[in-house]
């Protein structure tokens, strides 16, 4: 089984994240739609969307959305803020959800990078880009690989509802990884996480491969321009 199917259904996973920066998420999505333009009649795509706090913002937008993502978990928690204009799907990226459907896709919070073989990354964004509608939009929002490495918090331990994680990072073989293990219940549990070290040079490709072009590059969620040395995250905006 692929690391994160295990990981994402686990109910540790959603314990651990628990205390995610909704307001974060909003001021991401509040600006990204400024600078869009984007018409309320339009629809959302949010890819791997897991338990839907941007779909969710979205949609109080005024937006029609459709979250997927491959966690059974992650789609059970979403579809408890479901309504007629916000829909949640299980779902693996690599496959086309709607073709030629949305005007917009997102791929949000770093959920990409989680396959072993760039054909599989390829295939997740064909799927994307084969989405959308002519001119529609992808925005990826990524971290900054080079800034992540090099400020990579080697060890941590985080103690949430009773539980204390021990999270232990790296990078090896051009992945990031995070070895999480504690203890609950008297049984053991050991999870990782692993994520491809995909820099712009390798997005740029994927991106041309698949027919999109990228028509701007932020490096942060307050839409500031992206400098490899210092931005934390790599977001990019395509155009079909």
């Known amino acids: 089984m692929s690391w994160f199917i295990e990981w994402f259904n686990s109910p540790y996973y959603h314990i651990l994240y628990k205390n995610r920066d909704f307001n974060e998420a909003e001021v991401f ?15 959302v795509i949010d ?17 029609n959305v459709t979250g ?17 204009k916000l829909k949640f799907y299980i779902h693996d990226i690599r496959k086309v959800f709607l073709p030629n459907n949305f ?8 959920s990409f990078g989680y396959f ?13 880009a084969k989405n959308l509608k002519k001119d529609g939009i992808l925005v ?14 080697l060890y941590e331990e985080k103690t949430i509802e009773n539980i204390t994680f021990y999270l232990r990072r790296k990078y090896i073989s051009n992945f990031i990884t ?18 491809k070290a995909i820099d ?22 307050t839409l500031k321009d992206f400098n490899i040395k210092k931005s934390d995250r790599l977001i990019l905006i395509c155009r079909k």
């Open 140 to 153: 990826i929002d990524f971290m900054n690989v080079k800034k992540a490495i090099q400020n990579l918090v």
């Open 47 to 63: 890819i791997a969307c897991g338990k839907g706090r941007h779909a969710v913002h979205l949609n109080k937008l005024g937006f």
């Open 116 to 128: 072993n073989s760039e054909k599989e990354d390829q295939a997740v964004i064909n799927s994307m």
């Open 200 to 221: 712009l040079d390798n997005f740029s490709k994927l991106i041309k491969n698949a027919g999109l072009e990228i028509i701007n590059i932020f490096g942060s969620y």
């Open 68 to 84: 997927i993502d491959i966690s059974n978990n992650s789609i059970f928690e979403a579809k408890k803020h479901e309504n007629n």
């Open 178 to 195: 995070k070895d999480i293990s504690f203890k609950h219940l008297n049984k053991e549990y050991t999870f990782q996480e692993k994520v």
């Open 103 to 110: 005007n917009l896709a997102v791929n949000l919070f770093t």
């Open 29 to 43: 999505i509040n600006n990204l739609i400024k600078y869009l333009n984007i018409d309320k009649n339009n629809s």
